[in-house]
């Protein structure tokens, strides 16, 4: 009797394997098997590729759809070669067991959104919390979970592979990737424009999955491993010193700064930048307020706009993995003297937050203010003013907002506060129309307007204790269904000016103006000017009176506008050698969730 074929995998793909013919499932070959789930990535995950594709490329004619049945069987062929450079059969399945989930929601995100799939967006997939789990959760998205990323894996699992000797092996794969490489050829041949079309339209590939899926998560992994903090943080700027406006002698008061993140604000919808609808009632009243209306964000994702808003890198140097190693302006701060917390009603700092206090408000702080989700952001001004009425020295308290954080918008500000109407009250933004999606989103906006009045207000209730300022800037902006796509986190050099234009807003009591020489006329002339989150570094070291070699006038948004120009760090400063801060030199909340 004949024998059965000897495997080309001893360890993988021994005949005693369980891939045999008893599979629910049964594959000839390896190739047939990747075949088969490349063809069912490209029918199932693809539907937003396809019809931006066709928008691109179809124009009615026959030569049109050639085009894309070739570019079907292009990227057939090349899902499946990709397949087939994993060794072993059980390997192969484990592969493809592990995709499906991903691409599931990859596909979600493109299909609901309009977002294609980056290294950021992997990111931003990887780090949500449970908060915003439960916020993105939606009947839709149960079913991609399910039925796109769940269901499959049981026929992977009841599928099985036949063992093949090492020569059938050799020639299955010889025939399949020449053949490949000739319709490849062929292909590109008869329709070199298009596919060169196709090769630099970034935005094209990144909604095809699970190719961008897969080189996103790689990314990710690679940056997550080689980025891991490491013991001691360097300090680059130097030790950092005090100008001689600081401290209460200067001036008979300490200093109080409030810096409020915003959560997904965009510069197009607040009034106070040109808006037509009224988002910024009470802001708009206040004479000394100004408004920056040029400044864009370092990233499109909160896990990365917050890390590089607060380094010194600038957006084109930044990496996660160098900012984690190295002191941000808030260490620099705290440092310098000055008592630095976090005060966090989001996902958390990122990472921004871990050398110095840092105080989460959570559902458990306010019945009246929480729901099962989030808490509305009025929780941050509770039992501060008495708390700061019993504090001294100079103070930069940084308040994370939720702001107007996605896609549930309708949950982000109090009934009481609904000023436009109709509203999207769900969070599957498809189903709403444009005008209730923008009307929600206005809505949280208004609510933000109205919580920087009252810590305006607040600070100017405290200005016989201390010389304050407010500064206001967001982490990064959102779509609200322009050209089909919603949220944010599109990669950063083919996002809209949606979801990277901010806003950034100042105000200071008369005590610290009078202080520090503030030319009023001269912001108002500075306010148009273009800005971006490279220069919060220097802005905040300027306003609280803090230097360190690093500081850059040039970069120091109210520099111009104040009495000393800036002034920049003297030689002997420059000359210092640099130390090392350890996580433990400063002051860390012991209770991260503990109330104020």
């Not at 098997?33 to 029918?43: D, I, M, N, Q, S």
């Not at 059980?90 to 290294?119: E, H, N, T, W, Y």
């Not at 920056?292 to 600038?314: E, K, R």
Request: hydrophobic content about 40%; charged content about 20%; overall charge neutral.
């Amino acid at each position: 009797m004949p024998q059965v074929p000897a495997s080309s995998d001893p360890v993988h793909d021994a005949p005693n394997d369980g891939e045999g013919r008893g599979g629910f499932w049964h594959f000839r070959s390896p190739v047939t098997f990747a075949l088969t789930v490349a063809g069912f990535f490209l029918a199932t995950f693809n539907m937003r590729f396809w019809q931006e594709t066709a928008a691109v490329f179809w124009q009615g004619r026959l030569a049109d759809l050639l085009f894309l049945v070739l570019l079907l069987l292009v990227l057939l062929f090349g899902y499946a070669a990709a397949l087939l450079l994993v060794p072993g059969r059980r390997l192969l399945k484990g592969v493809v067991v592990f995709l499906f989930p991903v691409c599931s929601m990859a596909s979600f995100c493109a299909d609901s959104f309009g977002l294609a799939i980056d290294q950021e967006m992997i990111r931003s997939l990887m780090e949500t919390d449970r908060r915003e789990a439960v916020g993105l959760f939606s009947p839709r998205l149960l079913f991609y979970a399910i039925g796109f990323g769940v269901l499959p894996l049981f026929l992977v699992g009841r599928a099985s592979i036949a063992p093949m000797s090492p020569g059938r092996h050799l020639r299955h794969r010889a025939a399949f990737f020449g053949g490949g490489l000739a319709l490849a050829a062929l292909a590109w041949q008869a329709f070199p424009s298009h596919f060169e079309t196709l090769q630099r339209s970034a935005h094209l590939r990144y909604l095809s999955v699970p190719g961008a899926a897969i080189d996103g998560t790689a990314r990710f992994a690679a940056e997550t491993i080689a980025g891991r903090p490491a013991e001691d943080i360097a300090e680059p700027g130097g030790q950092p010193y005090r100008l001689t406006q600081a401290g209460p002698a200067a001036g008979g008061k300490p200093l109080l700064m409030f810096l409020v993140v915003g959560e997904t604000a965009r510069h197009a919808n607040f009034q106070l930048g040109g808006y037509a609808r009224p988002t910024n009632p009470r802001l708009s009243r206040i004479a000394s307020l100004h408004y920056f209306s040029h400044v864009v964000s370092c990233g499109t994702t909160t896990a990365i706009s917050l890390p590089c808003m607060f380094s010194h890198l600038g957006r084109e140097e930044f990496s996660l993995a160098q900012a984690r190693r190295q002191a941000n302006v808030l260490d620099t701060l705290a440092k310098a003297g000055i008592r630095v917390e976090w005060r966090d009603n989001n996902a958390g700092s990122k990472g921004v937050s871990a050398r110095i206090k840092t105080i989460e408000f959570r559902q458990r702080d306010s019945a009246a203010l929480c729901d099962a989700e989030s808490c509305l952001d009025e929780i941050l001004l509770h039992g501060l003013e008495r708390e700061l009425r019993q504090s001294a020295g100079d103070m930069l308290l940084a308040f994370h907002q939720m702001g107007s954080h996605g896609p549930a918008y309708y949950k982000r500000y109090p009934r009481t506060m609904e000023t436009f109407t109709p509203t999207c009250r769900t969070n599957e933004l498809p189903r709403c129309s444009l005008e209730e999606v923008r009307n929600a989103y206005d809505n949280t906006i208004v609510y933000t307007d109205w919580l920087l009045a009252e810590k305006i207000a607040l600070l100017e209730r405290l200005s016989d204790r201390f010389d304050t300022l407010l500064l206001y800037v967001s982490d990064h902006g959102e779509s609200l269904g322009e050209n089909g796509i919603h949220l944010h986190g599109a990669t950063y050099a083919l996002a809209p000016e949606e979801q990277k234009r901010i806003p950034f807003i100042l105000w200071m009591s008369d005590g610290y103006r009078e202080r520090f020489g503030m030319d009023v006329a001269c912001l108002r002339r500075q306010s148009p000017n273009r800005y971006s989150h490279d220069n919060l570094y220097h802005t905040l070291q300027g306003a609280m009176a803090t230097r360190n070699r690093l500081y850059r006038p040039e970069l120091d948004m109210l520099a111009a506008c104040r009495r000393d120009g800036g002034q920049a760090p003297s030689e002997p400063m420059a000359s210092m050698t640099t130390p090392q801060l350890r996580p433990d030199h400063l002051s860390v909340a012991p209770d991260a969730g503990g109330k104020d």
